[in-house]
């Protein structure tokens, strides 16, 4: 047990503490918590760290950590951004589906300890979606098994499994499962504590009994099996005067109004709570508070970036990406401005490879020249150039620009050298050209290398209200996640054990599509390459002249 520290302005001495159990504003059903103002809250009260850990989903993960790492590096803190899910394990398998009590899940919280960790966690999230989706995303014994290396485990909410035992008076049961979950995570699987006591009458009154109930079990099966205790509050808003937005959420959500009797509410207990707050709760019980800044004492300093994951293009034998490239560059740069080439032209070309060069971005701009060259073979309609292929002498020769760059090199290797993350790759098409691009990339690439990019649907001041009443601090909170209109990730392999995925309706309510649970700036910063395919009317207008 870590000694207790004196809280600056406190007159008692206060039990450190980590928010470990977080839910944002992409927990879609439930949360309404901004990354950015948790992550702020949590700084600005000591706490060495914080987990977020959304329903089944990762969708937060990456723009998580990039505020952090920024925070960071403003303040000159090392304040620690915990990568976790809250999953659904399916009580049969997830290869059962078919009966009530597959539908959904227990409650597990994971959290990455260390890369590997975060790779794992990774995998269990898309393949929850992808193949053991049933009510919810879920994972499974058997899946936990495979992946669970470089994982924390708690048992969760009293929606866990060991909980879930104890409110059905199965003790047994619940010794089981606890003994099931300890051989496979050892000293990183814990018991954890909630309590939510309301006080409010407009509230759920009935869930801090089953907590208590749970709790005073756990403490017992603590001793008895040696494992240990930490204490969670429930996150799903910031501050507790945002407890009535968030029940508000709820009511549209769910299609119901406020004052229906049957309707989900919550304790509004669910505010992120200061340290002291938390004491206030489990300062009867120090070491469930002191073993949550053991977990973030466990989790290690990773990087969720890579080396960037460029598909393999189609090389001669014996040459490598930048010599190819220069070969395609010089021989374009012929075409376009004859033997010999002026010297402003080969000095901005040689200055441009060399830039891409120190970037090792060469095979990006393959893959580029690839799609280009496949899109004009199949007589594709392409649009005006779009993005940093404007102003590039080197994509000007190899032909994916068809517009001469006023200057030679400077503006391209500026952007290039001041670009964080890989750079974004603009494409116009005509419509039918476009979905006859996408199909042929899907056959050069692989299936599984390629994937559409989610994007974020925000409340407004229309979609804001239930009941007509509005409530407007509910505006730019997300709504749901949509498929991006024109985006792509491209991979050099299974794109699912690199990046979370899931499944998202389309607008019309068609099949749902496998998407990236990153954006597309996120995938860029984390080393995938995005193509954004635009599709442009006056083209087609111009196309459909051209037809008559």
């Known amino acids: 047990m870590t000694n207790s520290i004196p809280k600056q302005g406190c007159e008692r001495a206060l039990h450190p503490f980590v928010h470990l159990h977080t839910h944002t504003e992409y927990s879609l059903s439930d949360g309404i ?43 000159g803190t090392n304040f620690k951004p915990i990568i976790g899910c809250e999953v659904y394990v399916a009580r049969r398998g997830v290869a059962q589906k078919s009966e009530k009590e597959d539908f959904a899940g227990y409650h597990l919280i994971l959290l990455a300890k260390n890369q590997t960790g975060y790779k794992n966690l990774v995998k269990i999230v898309s393949r929850s979606w992808l193949e053991g989706y049933y009510g ?32 059905n008076n199965d003790l047994e049961a619940a010794e089981r499962a606890a003994k099931w979950y300890k051989g496979l995570f050892g000293e990183d699987y814990y018991f954890e504590l909630q309590y939510h006591k309301p006080t409010v009458e407009r509230a759920n009154h009935n869930t801090c009994k089953l907590e208590q109930r749970v ?24 501050d507790e005067e945002d407890a009535e937005v968030q029940d508000t959420l709820l009511c549209i959500n769910w299609g119901k109004k406020a004052d229906d009797p049957n309707r989900l509410i919550f304790s509004k207990q669910e505010w992120l709570k200061t340290t002291a707050e938390m004491n206030d709760l489990f300062g009867h019980i120090p070491e469930a508070l002191e073993n949550t800044v053991e977990i973030c004492n466990k989790v290690e300093h990773y990087s969720i970036k890579q080396e960037p994951l460029f598909p393999q293009s189609s090389l001669p034998e014996g040459v490598d990406e930048e010599e190819h490239l220069a070969h395609l560059a010089f021989n374009g740069a012929h075409k376009r401005f004859g033997k010999p080439l002026p010297t402003e032209v080969k000095e901005g070309l040689k200055a441009e490879l060399r830039t891409l060069n120190n970037h090792h971005y060469a095979p990006l701009v393959l893959m ?59 494409l116009e098409f005509d419509k039918e050209g476009r979905d006859r691009v996408l199909n042929w990339i899907v056959e050069r690439y692989g299936e599984q290398s390629v994937a559409n990019i989610a994007s974020r649907n925000v409340f407004t001041a229309k ?52 998407v990236t649970q990153y954006s597309g700036d996120a995938l860029r910063r984390i080393g995938i390459p995005v193509l954004y395919f635009l599709t442009s009317n006056k083209l087609n207008e111009v196309i459909k002249k051209e037809t008559l």
């Not at 706490?47 to 790492?69: C, K, L, R, S, W």
């Not at 709790?215 to 910031?238: E, R, T």
């Not at 006023?406 to 670009?419: L, Q, R, S, W």
Request: proline fraction near 3%; charge should be neutral; charged fraction near 25%.
């Open 368 to 426: 580029w020249y690839e799609i280009v060259s496949a899109a004009r073979k199949m007589g594709a309609k392409m649009g005006k150039d779009r993005g940093f292929s404007r102003n590039s002498l080197l994509l000007y020769c190899l032909g994916i620009s068809q517009e001469k760059p006023a200057e030679f090199g400077a503006v391209f290797c500026d952007y290039i050298n001041h670009k964080q993350g890989l750079p974004a790759l603009e």
């Open 33 to 75: 918590a901004k990354i950015p103002q948790l992550v702020d809250k949590a700084m600005a009260d000591g706490m060495p760290g914080i987990a977020i850990t959304d329903h089944a989903n990762m969708f937060g993960v990456a723009e998580f950590v990039h505020y952090v790492e920024n925070k960071n590096r403003e303040l």
């Open 136 to 167: 919810r995303p879920r994972t499974d014994h058997a899946e936990l098994e495979r992946f669970h290396e470089g994982l924390i485990c708690s048992s969760a909410c009293i929606g866990g499994e060991v909980a879930q035992h104890i409110l």
């Open 463 to 514: 979609t804001a209200s239930t009941g007509g009443v509005q409530e407007e601090k509910l505006v730019g909170v997300l709504r749901k996640m949509d498929i991006h209109s024109c985006g792509v990730a491209i991979c050099n392999r299974d794109i699912s054990v690199v990046v979370p995925l899931a499944w998202v309706e389309t607008e019309k309510n068609e099949n749902a599509v496998i």
């Open 215 to 238: 709790n005073n079990q756990l403490i017992v099966l603590s001793k008895k099996l040696g494992i240990k205790l930490i204490c969670s509050n429930d996150i799903h808003f910031v």
